[in-house]
């Protein structure tokens, strides 16, 4: 007994350093290759150069629709002093997407120097790499689990390994900042209302990826909350208009100018997925392909919530509210408009399957425990060219390099598929508890 777990053990460690060292790889050779630019600065740009408007009195949105620059010498912190234009890094994103609160939070890293901001910001995203994995198991996962270090090191290398994650740092996307407030506002709806309404607030600056904690804790009835957050967004419109000088209704009117501008723009939202494959994404407008599917998935959402919720014991009900938060992230990542680097959300879906497998909530078999976990591998490891090519033959090259140029597809096939077995298992759940009720009656 003792040689087999020592063998185990052996294997385990073996399979993290390999975990270690690809994921290693993939960010710096892949990834960070892939992009070009310094690690941490494509859009992360946005915001700093944003910054440089709000320390001048300047709305940052309107500045962006008239293209102004800021103005002339620009001073840092860091001693640096910018005396002639452009203050901007050329070819780097300019545009403010996020709402007032997020706009003004990294507007103070425009008092520092281009490249210490975007070290600083790059660090912050590996920080909340580390830390979001670790976020999940505390909230859902393996509290009482022997396997807990093991699963949880799982979760850190699926994380660090998703090309989406990965993404989200190398690009200095917001992404991660607003999936750790996510967190923290389901870690603290119970606990303390008004932190939990704060961290919301700040999220919903990134409406489309913090929508889904927004809808559960409306669901779970946690109004406070859910007002607290809504009153920050209000004071975040607030605070940016009278620093700049605007009216808030000029302010919410550029929130609609900034949606618009980006909803067009190529993602991982099934409308764009589908306009792409059908080479024409006029043929399927996106307006009724997110009413379509948003039917085709709160319908049996909104069934079961009627028919099993109230039913399910206290120590099934946190697995299944954590069902319904993956439908919704997942729903979201669907019908919304979202680049790749947002699907890191669905290291969500990761820990549901990895908790649903360790204390076989759903009564499987063991062969179809095997063929689940072999599915929800496939999803995860099957990726596109930029990866795969590393270890393939290059007489696969050309085939690879056509799936490159439908990776977002990609990503939404994973995304739709997650989301297909999430709903069936959230059914299964269900069954199970009424076979055992049934039986307690007999």
């Known amino acids: 007994m003792s040689m087999i777990s020592k063998r185990s053990n052996i294997f385990a460690i073996g399979l993290l350093l390999f975990f270690v060292l690809w994921s290693l790889y993939t960010l710096i050779e892949v990834t960070i290759k892939a992009y070009g630019a310094p690690p941490g600065s494509t859009d992360f740009h946005s915001y700093w150069y944003s910054g440089h408007f709000v320390r001048q009195g300047t709305n940052p949105y309107a500045a ?34 996020n709402t007032a609160p997020i706009v003004l939070l990294l507007s103070l890293f425009s008092f520092f120097s281009w490249p210490l901001a975007q070290s600083g910001w790059f660090i912050i995203n590996l920080l909340l790499a580390l ?19 093991i699963l949880t090191a799982v979760m850190m290398f699926c994380l660090w390994l998703l090309p989406p994650a990965q993404s989200a740092i190398v690009v200095g996307q917001t992404t991660l900042f607003v999936f750790a407030l996510m967190l923290v506002a389901l870690a603290m709806a119970d606990k303390n209302w008004a932190l939990s309404g704060l961290a919301l607030g700040i999220a919903l600056s990134k409406y489309s990826l913090a929508l889904p904690v ?32 605007v009216s808030p209704g000029q302010v919410l009117h550029e929130y609609v100018l900034m949606m618009n501008h980006h909803i067009s723009f190529e993602g991982i939202h099934l409308s764009y997925s589908i306009g792409r494959l059908m080479l024409d994404a006029r043929l399927m407008p996106a307006f009724l392909t997110s009413a379509l599917f948003t039917l085709l998935v709160w319908a049996p959402l909104g069934l079961w919530l009627r028919r099993y919720f109230a ?11 954590m069902h319904i938060f993956t439908i919704l992230s997942l729903w979201t990542l669907l019908v919304a408009y979202h680049r790749h680097y947002d699907a890191a959300l669905w290291i969500i879906f990761i820990g549901l399957i990895l908790r649903g497998l360790e204390f076989n909530h759903w009564q499987l078999s063991r062969r179809w425990r095997w063929t689940l ?17 590393a270890i393939l033959p290059d007489s696969l090259d050309r085939l690879f390099f056509v799936w490159e140029s439908l990776w977002d597809v990609h990503i939404t096939v994973n995304l739709l598929l997650s989301l297909i077995l999430t709903v069936i298992l959230l059914y ?15």
């Open 311 to 321: 039913s399910l014991p206290a120590d099934v009900m946190a697995f299944a509210e």
């Open 214 to 245: 927004f809808i559960f804790l409306l669901l779970r009835r946690r109004y406070a909350v859910v007002g607290v957050s809504l009153a920050v967004q209000a004071l975040g419109l607030l605070g940016l208009a009278f620093l700049t000088n």
């Open 131 to 149: 830390a979001i994995p670790l976020m999940i198991v505390r909230l859902w996962l393996y509290n009482t689990c022997a396997n807990r270090k």
């Open 373 to 389: 976990a072999l599915f929800v591998a496939i999803l995860y490891f099957v990726r596109p060219y930029s990866i795969m090519s």
């Open 428 to 442: 299964r759940l269900s069954a199970v508890q009424s076979q055992k009720h049934a039986r307690g009656l007999l």
């Open 64 to 97: 962006y629709f008239a293209r102004q620059q800021p103005q002339i010498p620009v001073s840092y912190l860091d001693g640096k002093v910018v005396t002639a234009q452009p203050v901007g890094q050329p070819g780097l994103a300019t545009a403010p997407a």
